[in-house]
Structures are given as C-alpha cells and as structure tokens.
C-alpha cells in the first residue's frame, strides 16, 4: 500500500473520480437550470382546475407562464410572466392578490386603470417606472390582465360585484389597513381630505373610487 507505484494509482483514480464528479456536477446544474427557467417542459400554458364552458377563450384561464417565447399574440402574457406573475400568480400562491377575482373586475374597469396602478405603486407593491418597464409592454400587460379577468369571468358562476360606495371604499381599502396599525381613523377629520392623495396612491384607488372617496369624506365632515 505504501510503495510508491500504489500511491500514483490512486492518485491517478482520484483525479478520475474528481473529474467524474465535476462533469456531472456541471451536466445536473444545467438541466436544473433549465428546469428552473421553463425551457424543458411543456411550451403550453396550463390552465386553471375548475374550468367549464367559457365565453371567448373556450373557458379556460391562462396562467402566465414564465420562459415562454413571445411572439405577436401572448406578448402580454410572457411580460406579465416576467415582471408580474412572481407576486401575482392566478393560482394566488404570490405576494399579491391574485388579478383574476371578482373584487378586481369591480374595481379595476379599464387599462388604464392598471397602467396607473402600476406607474404609482402602492403601499405594498413597488411602482414600475418608464425605465424599467416601457410603456407599449406596459399596455401589452394591461391589455392580457384585463383579458384574462374576464376570462375567468366567464367561467364563475357568481353575478359580478357592484361598485364599493364611499363607505366601502373607506372600510375595504383603507381601514383594512389602518385598522391593523396604531392610527385610529376618523373619517370626520378634515386631516383626512388633506392625506387623500397620498394615501389614495397607498391603498391602490383607481382615479373613480379616488373621486368617490373624497365625494364621501366631504358629506363627512365635522360641522
Ligand atoms: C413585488 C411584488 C409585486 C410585483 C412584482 C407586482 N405587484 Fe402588483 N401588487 C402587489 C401587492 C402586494 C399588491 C396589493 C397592493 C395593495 O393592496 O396595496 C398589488 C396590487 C396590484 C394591483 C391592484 C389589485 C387590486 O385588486 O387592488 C394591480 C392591478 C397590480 N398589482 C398589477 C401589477 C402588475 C401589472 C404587475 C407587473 C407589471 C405587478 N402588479 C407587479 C405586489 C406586486
Ligand atoms: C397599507 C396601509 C395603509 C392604507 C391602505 C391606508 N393608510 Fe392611511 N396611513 C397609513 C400609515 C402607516 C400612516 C401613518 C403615516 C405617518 O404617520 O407618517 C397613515 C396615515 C394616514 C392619515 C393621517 C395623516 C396625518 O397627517 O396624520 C390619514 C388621514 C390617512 N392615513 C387616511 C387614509 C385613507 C383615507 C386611506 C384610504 C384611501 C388610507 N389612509 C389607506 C397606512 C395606510
């Protein structure tokens, strides 16, 4: 074991193991690589469980599925993968709420609605500004985001939401928030009216319930 000749083969197995062991360290960290990015696997999106006779998309909801290539139909949908779908995945396993629920065809009515939201940011999601996002993959995302809310429309059974009033708008958007922190809220505050446009930006409120608000805090006032 100890002469000499014995030392240089295991040597020389050593090295052989070492460069085994580094080749397919390399090999499996590709393919877990490519596993991660999407590139093996299914080119398909997959759909949502629960889908039954849909109105324009034949019924079924797209999932935003990251990796895919873009090309000129579901360019919306590979942006949205990209820059979105991490916090706001429909299966609604992100940070986010998930932009296919029925509380979000109530509030959010138009593209452009979701373009401001996402130029502004809120409290909770960070803005998006020109830089970062270019305003013509900012419309292709708003226009598949509002596509696919109505798509899972189609596929529920509930009657759509009516529109949150002054005080729901107060109760759902704001109090949600300021009912967890140490700042009662006192919607007769004048100081209210002045915070309006900060914290409408806070609480994600599309230019309408911005509107509505302030309609209602005014009929709120102290005398
Ligand atoms: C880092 C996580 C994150 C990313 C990335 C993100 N969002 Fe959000 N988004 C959030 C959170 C959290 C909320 C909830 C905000 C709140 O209640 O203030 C939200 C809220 C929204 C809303 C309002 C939904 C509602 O019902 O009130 C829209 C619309 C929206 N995001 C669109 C987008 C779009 C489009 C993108 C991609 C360009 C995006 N978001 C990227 C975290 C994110
Ligand atoms: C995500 C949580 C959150 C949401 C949503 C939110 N707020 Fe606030 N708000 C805060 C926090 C935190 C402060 C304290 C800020 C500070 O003291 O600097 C605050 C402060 C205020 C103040 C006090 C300002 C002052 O100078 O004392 C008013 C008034 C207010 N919010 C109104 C609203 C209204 C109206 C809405 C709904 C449109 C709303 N907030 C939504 C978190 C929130």
């Known amino acids: 074991m100890n002469e000499p000749r014995g030392d240089a083969t295991r040597i020389a197995r050593a090295h052989r193991r070492g460069m085994t062991l580094l080749v397919l360290s390399l090999v499996l960290g590709v393919a877990f ?18 889908v039954g006779g849909g109105a324009a998309t034949g019924g079924a909801v797209p ?9 000129a139909e579901n360019r919306g949908q590979v942006l949205f993968g990209r820059s979105c779908d991490s916090c706001h995945s429909a299966g609604g396993e992100g940070r986010g709420v998930a932009l296919v629920t029925p509380e979000f065809r109530r509030d959010f009515k138009t593209e452009a609605d979701i373009i401001q939201l996402v130029r502004d940011g809120t409290c909770r999601m960070p803005a998006y500004s020109r830089a970062f996002l270019a305003d013509g993959d900012l419309a292709e995302i ?25 005080r729901g708008i107060l109760e759902h958007k704001c ?25 409408a930006k806070c609480a994600g409120l599309t230019v309408e319930q911005k509107a509505v608000l302030r309609t209602f805090l005014r009929t709120q006032q102290r005398p």
């Open 63 to 71: 999932r935003a599925r990251q990796g895919l290539v873009a090309n």
């Open 175 to 199: 109090l949600s928030c300021h009912n967890t922190i140490d700042k009662p809220l006192d919607a007769r505050d004048v100081q209210v009216l002045f915070a309006l446009d900060d914290m």
């Open 33 to 50: 690589t490519g596993w991660l990015q999407g590139w093996v696997g299914s080119p398909h999106f997959s759909v949502t469980a629960g």
């Open 142 to 166: 708003a226009k598949f985001t509002l596509a696919r809310a109505r798509a899972a429309a189609g596929v529920e059974t509930a009657p759509p939401l009516p529109p949150l009033d002054g």
